[in-house]
């Protein structure tokens, strides 16, 4: 079972006994380099992923932990990033050819009781590909449209972090207002 933290991993491997063994991968694996190209617009949106080393170093632990196991279940956070999450280790692990014959599932859970994790191990399903598909259109907005306007606002306003779809979308909107006010000629009626 793969959940995201550690201390998760602790209480849900009590809550399921000695016949499973519950590890965590501490979040993504795997993400867009910061680079040109990572995000190919005129290719269907095609993405690039990296595995920085951390990634590596959890992705080998998670390979060591899956050998001779029958099943594999993905129990990431119940959210779009906890599905992308379980949808790259699985893309990853299957990439390696880890996973062979293995089975893999996901379940989810929205608190961690030992009746709700029963619950949830009860009812596998396979990755939700809505979900992940939410996931890369995010993650190809951020980098196509934030990617472009954090420079700019980095410039403009020092400290500041990064713009994503939800600022960019913000400040088009702040920017088409005040155009509209800048062109507005009063007219007496």
Request: charged residues 30%.
């Amino acid at each position: 079972v793969i959940v995201e933290s550690a201390a998760k991993a602790q209480t849900i491997n009590k809550y399921l006994g000695r016949d499973f063994n519950v590890i965590a991968c501490y979040g993504h694996v795997r993400d867009l380099p910061p680079k040109d190209g990572s995000v190919d617009p005129d290719n269907d949106f095609a993405m690039l992923w990296e595995m920085d080393a951390k990634g590596a170093k959890r992705v080998s632990a998670i390979a060591d932990a899956v050998k001779g196991a029958n099943k594999v279940i993905l129990a990431t956070d119940p959210d779009r990033e906890g599905e992308a999450i379980s949808w790259h280790l699985q893309g990853v692990l299957a990439e390696a050819r880890k996973l062979g014959g293995i089975e893999v599932k996901r379940v989810v859970f929205n608190e961690i009781t030992k009746t709700a994790i029963l619950e949830a191990m009860k009812h596998p399903r396979d990755v939700d590909s809505d979900l992940v598909e939410a996931y890369l259109a995010r993650r190809a907005l951020d980098f196509l449209v934030g990617f472009t306007l954090s420079p700019v606002l980095w410039r403009r306003m020092p400290g500041s972090r990064s713009a994503g779809r939800v600022q960019s979308v913000a400040l088009r909107i702040i920017c088409e207002r005040e155009t509209e006010i800048e062109r507005f000629k009063a007219q007496d009626r």
